[in-house]
């Protein structure tokens, strides 16, 4: 398993913007899919977007075209760039490598939009 560790949440404004970060313990990036997840309270955990192997990226409908997710190899790094912020990407968002279906998580960041 991979140890995830998540940064840059906090409180903006509507139409503001945030950078998350979630960094690996080891190189996750050649054969792990990682993902960005949320899940507000009393809502289930959704699929926010992933990245595979080979840089592919894909969204979930509610945050395509604001959110962009990117990676850094030599810092073991995946971000997390949401701009245009509605109150409904309240959340707390985590991080997820699969590998294989064996699925590492982080601890999570909070992002609370306000109106």
């Known amino acids: 398993q991979v140890q995830l560790v998540e940064s840059g949440g906090g409180l903006v404004q509507a139409g503001g913007s945030l950078r998350l970060a979630c960094a690996a313990s080891k190189n996750i990036f050649s054969i792990f899919v990682v993902g960005w997840y949320r899940q507000a309270p009393g809502k289930q955990r959704e699929l926010v977007g992933t990245?595979?192997?080979?840089?592919?990226?894909h969204y979930a409908d509610s945050v395509k075209g604001r959110f962009t997710i990117s990676r850094d190899s030599a810092k073991n790094t995946v971000y997390l760039q949401m701009n245009s912020l509605k109150p409904e990407d309240t959340a707390k968002y985590l991080c997820a490598a699969n590998q294989g279906g064996l699925m590492s998580w982080g601890q999570g960041t909070q992002v609370t939009v306000s109106s």
């Open positions: 990245m595979t192997d080979d840089g592919s990226t």
